[in-house]
């Protein structure tokens, strides 16, 4: 019965370091996305996986970020050389793929991510 | 790609009165969510209406996807309503990529 689950809830990092973040998506979805929202905006779409996958990562920066989804355990969005421009919360959703289409999307409650 | 567009963008309201928001899309859609973001960051689902009328409580949306355009309807709001509303379309033919309207901050005072 649980949702989408993201973890770390919170992570602090110093300019250089790598940030790591994990979302397992709900039971029985197989479609996953990552969103990143900047303080007082909206949410921009960075990448979409599906089981060992990526399917569309046009909203990726092309350095320094990565996303996978292994065929067991959660989905990855790896940040690394972190600097101060990627502290942001980053949400991941998980929806069931069905018909080809998207479907209903359900989000986790963030990673919010700040660079010192 | 597809545009979003909510309006208005900020609104404050009284406890108990009614609001409408609105969203245009310049394109033909799969797929129409519409979320609250609660001042803690939680982004909850409140409809998923590519067309047609649905209810839930004081809330309702309405999608006519003829004319690209979704109301979200709130009654009698509440000071737990505030947040930011945002609308969110997947274009018809590109399955998979949810856009998002830049929002709408709603602030409900006692």
């Known amino acids: 019965n649980a949702g989408v689950m993201q973890n770390p809830r919170h992570l602090v990092r110093r300019r250089g370091q790598e940030a790591r973040l994990r979302c397992s998506p709900m039971?029985?979805?197989?479609?996953v996305y990552w969103y990143r929202q900047l303080p007082e905006e909206g949410l921009k779409f960075m990448v979409y996986?599906?089981?060992?996958?990526?399917?569309?990562e046009s909203g990726m920066p092309k350095e320094r970020f990565s996303a996978e989804f292994p065929k067991e355990g959660p989905s990855i969005l790896r940040i690394q050389q972190v600097v101060r421009g990627d502290s942001a919360a980053y949400f991941c959703?998980?929806?069931?793929?069905?018909?080809?289409?998207?479907?209903?999307?359900?989000f986790g409650e963030g990673s919010r991510l700040t660079v010192l | 790609g597809i545009q979003v567009e909510q309006s208005p963008p900020d609104l404050i309201l009284q406890e108990g009165a009614n609001s409408t928001l609105r969203c245009n899309f310049s394109?033909?859609?799969?797929?129409l969510q519409w979320f609250h973001q609660n001042p803690w960051g939680q982004l909850i689902n409140l409809f998923y209406?590519?067309?047609g009328t649905k209810q839930n409580g004081r809330l309702s949306a309405t999608t006519v996807a003829t004319e690209r355009y979704s109301l979200l309807y709130i009654s009698s709001s509440q000071t737990t309503d505030s947040g930011v509303y945002f609308c969110?379309?997947?274009?018809?033919?590109?399955?998979?990529?949810?856009?998002f309207g830049a929002g709408t901050r709603l602030t409900v005072k006692p």
């Open positions: 969110a379309v997947e274009k018809r033919y590109n399955n998979n990529d949810m856009r």
């Open positions: 394109d033909s859609v799969n797929n």
């Open positions: 209406i590519p067309s």
């Open positions: 959703a998980s929806s069931h793929g069905l018909a080809g289409e998207t479907g209903e999307l359900f």
């Open positions: 996986l599906q089981k060992e996958n990526i399917i569309d």
């Open positions: 039971k029985g979805h197989s479609h």
